[in-house]
């Protein structure tokens, strides 16, 4: 028997019409990438984005098609967002980040018409554009560069407020994000308008970010990781005021925001909130206003934790998520107790919503001792069940995701990642892949065998090591090995220090044995040979 209650599509464009509808006054704030700090409501949000729709639609975007973004945290991308999921296409946030070889292949594979991008992209997108399918670039500015594409103002300008948004099933896909592949081509995640909205209830859970209409968030964390982490949908779902930073990221920058409109909560990767708190202790600076910030993505170093609440009274949640599960998986908050000072460092538990577990190598559960660690799998709402476009299976027998993590749960349900089972670096936020390095090291004549590794580092989390085992009888410099790597990687994926060894070891199977590699460079202190720039 069905229960009678309405059948309600849990869509996303529902998120941004009830901000319109009961919290139409309350503000959107962008650095905007001109300069000056622009205001709009929720109320004009909703107008310009439907406007976009309408543009859009004009241009002959349509249900399934997929519309991309390039961009940095602005009001503009919020409309993009909801402008493009609103009519049932599908907003594929690019990452700005990457080089101009992944942006085609992932434009390509993903079939982009259109292109919503920051003027700041130009560049490269003149380098990707030829080589791809794309029809028409929006620029998500006041005006167009010098390049081919229109301007945002322009596209809609004409254009009604009046456009239907939803009225398709929930399952219909919103949003798509690549991510990282350890082997092999980044793979796109395609989120769903149901996986959305879950997501965004599991996000305001109060063990969660707890987030209200008396809320001011400056959501840092870019909307080209993983949905942003549902703030551009979880804001407006509570009416909170959103604070947008543009490209502007350094601590003064954040400071002057965080002040200037009273935020009260924040999200970000350890990167950005590392330098934040030198910028506090180094300059005085107080943020009486802040409150709370969710810090994940990265390990979040003990020191991060203590320091924010020991010298400036503000109280940081640790978080593990990430691509495939929207991003949310578990957030650290102590119970009522303060919780046992083990745990207090340690990622956290899973709201509802997601389920997690730990298996051994033979996918058989393994006890909530806090000892043994296994691999972290998850299953729930807003969990990927398969790659966009991709036929190979992703789940186990009992539908569970493995995440790549390696990771020990306590008695108390407490997660801590203890290890990683992929082989990428993660630095500042944004993945490295060893893999495709060792691919172009290997290729130099004088090399036999490389491997790269992260290590520690104090401001990027981890940087990567290269290690070169030479033919016999052979000898180059650390330079020789990086000028293979030049314009062939983003400049910020240069290994840090290049090591010369005798030996590699290698696995039973005649591969690179990484956990042997990493444990022979366990406690070494990183040189940089090179610049590390972002
Ligand atoms: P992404 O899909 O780019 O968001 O990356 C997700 C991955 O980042 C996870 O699978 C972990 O390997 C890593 N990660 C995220 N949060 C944490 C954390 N708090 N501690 C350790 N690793 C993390």
Same mark, same amino acid.
């Given at each position: 028997?069905?229960?009678?209650?309405?059948?309600?599509?849990?869509?996303?464009?529902?998120?941004?019409?009830?901000?319109?509808?009961?919290?139409?006054?309350?503000?959107?704030?962008?650095?905007?990438?001109?300069?000056?700090?622009?205001?709009?409501?929720?109320?004009?949000?909703?107008?310009?984005?439907?406007?976009?729709?309408?543009?859009?639609?004009?241009?002959?975007?349509?249900?399934?098609?997929?519309?991309?973004?390039?961009?940095?945290?602005?009001?503009?991308?919020?409309?993009?967002?909801?402008?493009?999921?609103?009519?049932?296409?599908?907003?594929?946030?690019?990452?700005?980040?990457?080089?101009?070889?992944?942006?085609?292949?992932?434009?390509?594979?993903?079939?982009?018409?259109?292109?919503?991008?920051?003027?700041?992209?130009?560049?490269?997108?003149?380098?990707?554009?030829?080589?791809?399918?794309?029809?028409?670039?929006?620029?998500?500015?006041?005006?167009?560069?010098?390049?081919?594409?229109?301007?945002?103002?322009?596209?809609?300008?004409?254009?009604?407020?009046?456009?239907?948004?939803?009225?398709?099933?929930?399952?219909?896909?919103?949003?798509?994000?690549?991510?990282?592949?350890?082997?092999?081509?980044?793979?796109?995640?395609?989120?769903?308008?149901?996986?959305? $909205?879950?997501?965004?209830?599991?996000?305001?859970?109060?063990? $969660?970010?707890?987030?209200?209409?008396?809320?001011? $968030?400056?959501?840092?964390?870019?909307?080209?990781?993983?949905?942003?982490?549902?703030?551009?949908?979880?804001?407006?779902?509570?009416?909170? *005021?959103?604070?947008?930073?543009?490209?502007?990221?350094?601590?003064?920058?954040?400071?002057?925001?965080?002040?200037?409109?009273?935020?009260?909560?924040?999200?970000?990767?350890?990167?950005?909130?590392?330098?934040?708190?030198?910028?506090?202790?180094?300059?005085?600076?107080?943020?009486?206003?802040?409150?709370?910030?969710?810090?994940?993505?990265?390990?979040?170093?003990?020191?991060?934790?203590?320091?924010?609440?020991?010298?400036?009274?503000?109280?940081?949640?640790?978080?593990?998520?990430?691509?495939?599960?929207?991003?949310?998986?578990?957030?650290?908050?102590?119970?009522?107790?303060?919780?046992?000072?083990?745990?207090?460092?340690?990622?956290?538990?899973?709201?509802?919503?997601?389920?997690?577990?730990?298996?051994?190598?033979?996918?058989?559960?393994?006890?909530?001792?806090?000892?043994?660690?296994?691999?972290?799998?998850?299953?729930?709402?807003?969990?990927?069940?398969?790659?966009?476009?991709?036929?190979?299976?992703?789940?186990?027998?009992?539908?569970?995701?493995?995440?790549?993590?390696?990771?020990?749960?306590?008695?108390?349900?407490?997660?801590?990642?203890?290890?990683?089972?992929?082989?990428?670096?993660?630095?500042?936020?944004?993945?490295?892949?060893?893999?495709?390095?060792?691919?172009?090291?290997?290729?130099?004549?004088?090399?036999?065998?490389?491997?790269?590794?992260?290590?520690?580092?104090?401001?990027?989390?981890?940087?990567?090591?290269?290690?070169?085992?030479?033919?016999?009888?052979?000898?180059?410099?650390?330079?020789?090995?990086?000028?293979?790597?030049?314009?062939?990687?983003?400049?910020?994926?240069?290994?840090?220090?290049?090591?010369?060894?005798?030996?590699?070891?290698?696995?039973?199977?005649?591969?690179?044995?990484?956990?042997?590699?990493?444990?022979?460079?366990?406690?070494? *202190?990183?040189?940089?040979?090179?610049?590390?720039?972002?």
């Amino acid at each position: 028997m069905h229960g009678l209650m309405q059948d309600w599509p849990l869509t996303v464009d529902r998120i941004l019409d009830h901000a319109r509808d009961w919290h139409g006054g309350r503000q959107v704030v962008t650095r905007s990438l001109e300069g000056p700090i622009v205001r709009q409501t929720y109320d004009e949000t909703a107008s310009r984005a439907r406007r976009l729709s309408n543009a859009l639609l004009a241009h002959g975007i349509g249900p399934g098609d997929r519309v991309a973004t390039l961009g940095f945290n602005t009001a503009r991308h919020m409309e993009a967002w909801y402008g493009t999921m609103g009519i049932g296409a599908v907003c594929h946030t690019l990452n700005p980040r990457l080089h101009p070889d992944q942006l085609a292949y992932i434009i390509g594979h993903a079939g982009d018409r259109l292109i919503l991008a920051d003027p700041v992209a130009a560049p490269l997108l003149a380098a990707v554009l030829p080589r791809t399918q794309v029809e028409q670039v929006v620029w998500m500015a006041d005006a167009a560069p010098d390049a081919p594409g229109i301007a945002f103002e322009d596209f809609i300008a004409g254009q009604s407020d009046a456009c239907a948004w939803g009225g398709f099933d929930e399952r219909t896909a919103a949003g798509l994000c690549y991510t990282s592949g350890t082997t092999g081509e980044p793979k796109g995640v395609l989120y769903s308008h149901r996986s959305n $909205v879950l997501h965004t209830l599991m996000v305001l859970q109060a063990d $969660v970010m707890d987030l209200s209409a008396r809320d001011v $968030v400056l959501a840092v964390v870019p909307m080209f990781h993983a949905n942003g982490w549902g703030l551009p949908f979880s804001c407006p779902a509570v009416g909170a *005021k959103l604070v947008l930073p543009g490209v502007k990221m350094d601590p003064a920058s954040l400071c002057e925001l965080i002040n200037g409109e009273g935020v009260t909560f924040s999200a970000a990767v350890p990167t950005i909130w590392g330098a934040l708190l030198q910028h506090l202790d180094a300059t005085g600076t107080k943020l009486p206003t802040l409150k709370r910030v969710v810090i994940g993505g990265a390990l979040c170093p003990p020191a991060l934790i203590d320091g924010f609440r020991d010298r400036h009274g503000i109280e940081v949640r640790h978080g593990w998520g990430m691509t495939e599960t929207s991003p949310l998986g578990v957030v650290n908050t102590p119970d009522a107790d303060g919780g046992a000072p083990a745990q207090r460092y340690k990622q956290g538990r899973p709201p509802f919503g997601i389920e997690l577990r730990v298996t051994d190598e033979d996918d058989r559960p393994l006890p909530h001792d806090g000892r043994t660690p296994g691999k972290l799998k998850a299953r729930g709402a807003a969990v990927s069940e398969a790659y966009y476009g991709l036929e190979e299976p992703i789940l186990d027998a009992d539908g569970f995701f493995d995440t790549g993590d390696i990771a020990a749960i306590d008695p108390a349900g407490f997660v801590q990642i203890t290890d990683r089972a992929k082989d990428l670096i993660k630095s500042g936020g944004e993945w490295i892949s060893s893999v495709e390095i060792e691919g172009l090291v290997a290729a130099h004549p004088k090399v036999e065998l490389a491997a790269v590794i992260g290590l520690p580092h104090p401001r990027w989390d981890e940087r990567p090591l290269l290690a070169v085992k030479l033919r016999p009888g052979e000898a180059a410099s650390p330079e020789d090995m990086l000028a293979v790597l030049e314009g062939r990687i983003a400049r910020w994926w240069t290994p840090d220090e290049v090591v010369f060894v005798d030996d590699i070891p290698l696995g039973p199977t005649g591969k690179v044995d990484k956990k042997l590699v990493r444990a022979r460079f366990e406690g070494h *202190k990183l040189s940089s040979i090179t610049e590390t720039t972002r």
